[in-house]
T-cell receptor
């Protein structure tokens, strides 16, 4: 079984600031896949960034980057130059693949203040 | 087409009604998923179809009946639901064997059982 822990239920930062959301996970698999999903009030789940566990290099997507520490089983998300449109629930998720589906953390509600 | 389309967007049904939720994708994804999401909670996996065959049933009550008529279509048949089944029902799809690509989610059906 896999578990995901997000220890920050809610965070609030000013527009243009940098914010880091934390995520730790537990899995017995040697290879697995990690994701951050964003869910704005519209409820659409949007893929933000993804990482294969066997790849050492941290993934980046424009203003979004991750700090993947495999030994510590940590997968934090950094949002640079935060924008009002970044306000949403952010879920960290893991899967071993094989059409197992995603295991989600409880989420972090991120609020970007003008 | 890079979308997962769910219909209807909203559904109100009585406890004696029979209704169905529909999910459609034309991305050639061969794995499709149903998730249930209660307010302020992460999505919980219900069912997984892989190559049109049911591969995972997460001990979901029999009042929920999934169906995958073809590789593009996923249905969830509902019968004799309880008020606690009121939730957002999310459909997702993914490439089989390319798990790093992540999962594409629909915008969900918000179900209210009265």
């Amino acid at each position: 079984a896999q578990t995901v822990t997000q220890s920050q239920p809610e965070m609030s930062v000013q527009e243009a600031e940098t914010v880091t959301l934390s995520c730790t996970y537990d899995t017995s698999e040697n290879n697995y896949y990690l994701f951050w999903y964003k869910q704005p009030p519209s409820r659409q789940m949007i893929l933000v960034i993804r990482q294969e566990a066997y790849k050492q290099q941290n993934a980046t997507e424009n203003r979004f980057s991750v700090n993947f520490q495999k030994a510590a089983k940590s997968f934090s998300l950094k949002i640079s130059d935060s924008q009002l449109g970044d306000t949403a629930m952010y879920f960290c998720a893991v899967t071993r693949g094989g059409a197992d589906g995603l295991t989600f953390g409880k989420g972090t509600h991120l609020i970007i203040q003008p | 087409d890079t979308e997962v389309t769910q219909t209807p967007k909203h559904l109100v049904m009585g406890m004696t009604n029979k209704k169905s939720l529909k999910c459609e994708q034309h991305m050639g994804h061969r794995a499709m998923y149903w998730y249930k999401q209660k307010a302020k909670k992460p999505p919980e996996l219900m069912f997984v179809y892989s190559y049109e065959k049911l591969s995972i049933n997460e001990s979901v009550p029999s009042r929920f009946s999934p169906e995958c008529p073809n590789s593009s279509l996923l249905n969830l048949h509902l019968h004799a639901l309880q008020p606690e089944d009121s939730a957002l029902y999310l459909c997702a799809s993914s490439q089989a064997a390319r798990w790093v690509e992540g999962y594409t989610f629909g915008s969900g059906t918000r179900l209210t059982v009265v």
